[in-house]
């Protein structure tokens, strides 16, 4: 059974730092493409970053290029997002997904595997 786990989530003031995990278990990790998505209250779910299973190439949304860093480690089978310099509209709940075909897209729709999510909260 495909299962993903977030954690690392909470409350960090602005211009903080966080490390999001994604772990996986019933699949082997490096043979997905594996992205990172939110969802801010009222709003559509939105890619962040992806990590590409055929080459470990990445991809950024505009918004947090030069600030977040997405990273795996396959021999703990996790994924990882850094989150550096962090801003209030940051928050939202994380979400990281897995798909075995793609190659590097952030486009929710294209995800066939979803984990439940990790809150974060950018706050003074």
């Known amino acids: 059974q495909v299962q993903l786990v977030e954690s690392g989530g909470g409350l960090v003031q602005p211009g903080g730092s966080l490390r999001l995990s994604c772990a996986a278990s019933g699949f082997t990790l490096d043979y997905y493409t594996i992205g990172w998505f939110r969802q801010a209250p009222g709003k559509e779910r939105e890619g962040v970053s992806c990590i590409s299973s055929s080459d470990g190439s990445t991809l950024y949304a505009d918004s947090v290029k030069g600030r977040f860093t997405i990273s795996r480690d396959n021999a703990k089978n996790t994924v990882y997002l850094q989150m550096n310099s962090l801003k209030p509209e940051d928050t939202a709940v994380y979400y990281c997904?897995?798909?075995?075909?793609?190659?590097?897209?952030?486009?929710?729709?294209?995800?066939?595997?979803w984990g439940q999510g990790t809150q974060v909260t950018v706050s003074s």
């Open positions: 997904a897995a798909d075995r075909w793609i190659i590097a897209t952030i486009l929710p729709d294209e995800y066939d595997y």
